[in-house]
């Protein structure tokens, strides 16, 4: 019996050419690193232009050195009584102990959302409640309520990451399909089985978009959140530097802000990725 | 394929010396719909022991699914009951192993732990589990794939996890719904003769649902046609085609053997008297 692929080694043409093939397209396929990084350069050069041949004044947009210089500056803590790597530290702190707790209190209420009618009774209209609203619309009564001390920006933030991460679970824990259930309770599994060892799992790929949206929506509300009587922040610094009109120290964290919640985006994906390969498979 | 002798892995602890039955008495099942009950099964009778390989047949809405979901304690019966080992079951539980048309297996699982499954959830060690779990997929010809996930095995092999996991919490009696519905027509002939061997290798009963009527008459000990409106037992078959293969008949020449088609005609007549005329 001759196998027909080695007639297809056989006329394939020698050497380092590739051989002719065929495939379906998708739409959208293939690497856009190119229009990236064409992107990112124009914009930047628009900016270097517009700034050097001064179609802009520098209050309203500084040449991209007056960033670097206020980087240099900010690094050295000349602008406050704060380097940046500590305005850095302070924000960091903040955002990932309510992104920690927004994720331990927010999953396990998701779940419970999404099998049981009692919670989502009771948790439901809350959450649907208070979720379109702005954070600083709020912002004033956590102030009255929990003062002007970190646990008001904490918490702050915790219910603008809690409500992403909820939400995402219980429609996680909606995603068990109606067989793996029954499968899993002809194998015995009790309730609480049924949650940890079929739920959970199962709602685990939407958990982590959920996780990815809160920790975006964490540094969205961060500046918010430091506005009020804090000490040092990416947040405070930017809305000091405004009040000062420094515009070039605003360009600066905004940059330093964005750097780092898409180094995040990034990291969750990858993690993504690597911990739910088997997402969209089943 | 050579057929693994099972010992009983002692498993659950010491089961009883008589030998397995089910028993469905008298069973009822009425939905309620917009304009008023709609009855599911009505009266049904049914009787396995060991060695049963039972197949039911019929047109959609005859209440084979219905059935099943009530043996395997997925649904409540409106009247009547179903015994398992004598005793009245009306929640699932692991004597009752279950293999769906699809989506069952838990995707972030490889394929030892998602068959070793039903063992996790009653604390046997690592090991222990893992012992068994090989020892079902080697039942099911899946040796060497323990490390694999889920999603990168094809259908056929998909469904052949989920026999080995129904097998795996040994249970008194296998329920299978449509199982092998989605696969291609190659793949369902083979997985059926390695279900035949399965079975003759267990002795487990088993319930089978299957539109399929080669499929029904090729695996059946017992068939029952079932029919629609209300869903009801219209006729019961003993059949041997199986048995003929396990004796090493060739599965095509069952097949095409005039007894054979001569079946497949009588159950094909059986299904369409009951569901109207066929659809011209």
Known sequence: MTSPSIDVIEHAPSGKQKPKTTRYRRLGEGSAVAATLVSISSLLGLWWVSTHLGWVKPLFLPKPEAIWTAFLQASDGELDNHTLWGHFLWSMGRVFSAFLLAAIVGIPVGIAMGVSRLARGVLDPPIEFYRPLPPLAYLPLMIIWFGIGETAKIILLFLAIFAPITLSARSGAKSVSQEQVQAARSMGASGLQLIRFVVFPAAVPDILVGLRIGMGVGWTTLVAAEMVAADAGLGKMVFNASNFLRTDVVILGILVIGLVAYAFETFLRLFEAWAVPWKGSL | ?280
């Open chain 2, 1 to 280: 394929m050579s057929i693994v002798a099972t010992e009983r892995t002692g498993f659950p602890a010491q089961r009883d010396a008589a030998p397995d039955t089910l028993q469905v008495e008298n069973l009822s099942v009425r939905y309620a719909t917009g304009d008023g009950n709609m009855v599911a099964l009505s009266n049904i009778e049914l009787s396995m022991a060991a060695g049963d390989f039972v197949v039911a047949i019929g047109a959609s809405g005859c209440g084979k699914t219905t059935l099943l979901s009530v043996m395997a304690g997925f649904l409540e019966a409106t009247e009547g009951q179903v015994r398992v080992n004598g005793r009245v079951t009306s929640q699932p539980g692991a004597d009752r192993g279950v293999v769906f048309q699809r989506n069952a297996l838990m995707p972030w699982l490889n394929v030892v732990d998602n068959v070793a499954f039903g063992l996790k959830l009653r604390g046997l060690s690592k090991r222990e589990r893992h012992d068994i779990a090989s020892e079902k997929l080697g039942l099911v010809g899946l040796s060497g794939f323990e490390g694999r996930m889920i999603y990168e095995l094809s259908g056929g092999m998909q469904q052949r996890v989920g026999i080995a996991r129904a097998l795996a919490c040994d249970p008194s009696v296998l329920l299978l719904d449509e199982p092998f519905a989605a696969l291609d027509a190659f793949t369902r002939e083979q997985i059926q003769e390695l279900l035949l061997e399965v079975w003759s290798a267990t002795e487990k009963m088993v319930f089978f649902i299957t539109h399929s009527v080669e499929e029904a008459l090729f695996l059946a000990t017992r068939l029952i046609v079932m029919t629609p409106r209300p869903g009801r037992i219209e006729k019961t078959y003993q059949l041997d085609f199986g048995r003929r293969f396990l004796a090493g008949r060739d599965a095509r020449g069952i097949k095409s053997a005039s007894d054979f088609i001569q079946w497949r005609e009588t159950i094909l007549n059986d299904i369409h008297q009951d569901a109207g005329r066929p659809i011209r």
